[in-house]
């Protein structure tokens, strides 16, 4: 992590996003997601000719790509989120390099523990769309859009508009994120892949236990989507506690 002196404190640089284990891990997984969508084209093709042997084995190979595609956005995803956070204050959370959807559900598991223990100062780090295709930000209205949905208190942190604080003791959280972030947790039974030991030694025991035992159910399913993110975000919310 890069780092500046000035005066007597230490400024960090928490984007991880521009690291070269990030961005291949990004590039190979869209290059296995473009073979995926090659191959389901061509096994349609093959189908629409009535050769369906040939189109069931193109249909296989395309399912293997995309899962292929599927776990390095995952690794991509728990990198990024384990570099960014493992500094992070107790009330912060960093989702620069997150696609929309696994920022979404990083954010919705946030908002509802807040919720419930009535924090009132849950500082969300969104960027300002500098990395975003086009240079325009997704995250940031994303974000935005959840807490309207949730009738959340929110602003812009006033020195930095790539932060936005939340107010999550009031508002209303919508039944359906409980039912998206238990849909998500309930997927998550792998151990995860990137583990720094600073951070994983302070996951809850509950978590370290399965993780254990699921080293020996080592399948190819593509179980482990957020498995690191949800280890870290516990971490950050243990800091409350």
Known sequence: MAEAAVGTRQVFDYNHSSDVEYKQLREQAQRHFKTHKQLSAESQ???????????????????????????????????????????????????????????????????????????????????????????????KPAVEGLCQEAKFQWGMDSKNDGVIVVNAQNGNIPNQWHKDVESVDSTINQPSTYQPAQQMQYAPQQQQTNANNNNNNNNNNNNDVFSSILKLLCICIQKNM
């Open 45 to 139: 093709q093959a189908y629409k000719n009535g050769d369906k042997g040939r189109a069931k084995q193109l249909s296989d190979k395309s399912h293997q790509e995309h899962r292929q595609f599927q776990q390095l956005n995952n690794r991509a995803a728990e990198f990024v989120f384990v570099e960014n956070n493992k500094d992070s204050m107790s009330n912060e959370i960093d989702l620069h390099g997150l696609y929309v959807s696994e920022a979404e559900y990083v954010v919705k598991k946030r908002l509802i523990y807040g919720n419930s223990h009535g924090e009132q100062d849950i500082r969300i780090i969104v960027g300002k769309g500098k990395h975003s295709s086009g240079g325009v930000a997704k995250i």
